[in-house]
């Protein structure tokens, strides 16, 4: 009877640790679940915050970036589609496009180079000239900003500063295009109008009006030749009368008749003188 006893007893503990032991598992396994559960609302929430952090960190971007150039057009890429944060198109003074930077913000512990690759496809999507990231998590021996891989990446202080000098460097490069491709404008008018007939017909203009003048002066030159040689014949005849006249005055006076030595130097010359053709 003890034994019956005894061994009853027995049962009756190892029915109750074991009941004691399934309820331990069953309560562990309940914590274990429960933690899962925190660890995974954790998780959410902080991901949560990072992204409200993010779309903060957007609109902080493109609200300084409006502020400090208003002519551009400053574009928020919309959620979902691939193509950075913000769409910078700069203009000009006369309003004309002279490029794109394409802006990422990132707010986040630490640095990816992901994020290079993923903008330089983000950039040929939205055929921009520039690609920018602003993150607070550089790369290692970066400690403002630098060209990395043709991005560039920026401190958020850094941002505005390097903005105007990249932006001015569109616009100066868009005005060198205009004016190459004005004098390719002009060569090419140029040539048009070398080729073309109202270049030809204004040097024959001028060819006749040169023909016409050398013309005139030929003529000019013909009757001034026959009216000198008609004048020197007439003078000629006045100073062969008038040695006429005073060799028959000495004839009729002999000697008292006095000489003028200055017509006959004069009747000298006259007879020097070669006869005009």
Known sequence: ?????????????????????????????????????????????????????????????????????????????????????????????????????????KRTRNWSDGWLAKLRDDQRTAKAEIALIVTSALPKGVETFDLIDNVWVAEPRFAVPLAIVLRQSLIDLAGSRLAQEGQQTKMELMYAYLTGPRFRHRIDAIVEKFTDMQADLDRERKMMTRLWAKREEQLRGVLDS??????????????AMQEIESLDMLMIEASEEPSAP
């Open 1 to 105: 009877m003890r034994d019956q006893l005894i061994a009853g007893r027995d049962r009756a503990k190892l029915e109750a640790e074991e009941s004691l032991k399934v309820k331990v598992s069953e309560k562990e396994a309940q914590i274990a679940g429960m933690q899962r559960q925190i660890e995974e609302l954790r998780r959410k929430a902080e991901q949560g915050s990072q992204q409200l952090q993010g779309e903060a960190l957007e609109i902080e971007l493109e609200s300084l970036l409006r502020g400090r150039f208003p002519r551009d057009l400053i574009e928020p890429v919309p959620k979902g589609e691939c193509g950075g944060d913000v769409v910078h198109r700069v203009l000009g003074a006369n309003g004309q496009t002279c490029g794109t930077i394409l802006w990422e913000s």
């Open 242 to 255: 008038t040695a006429g006249l005073y060799g028959d005055l000495q004839g009729i006076a002999g000697r």
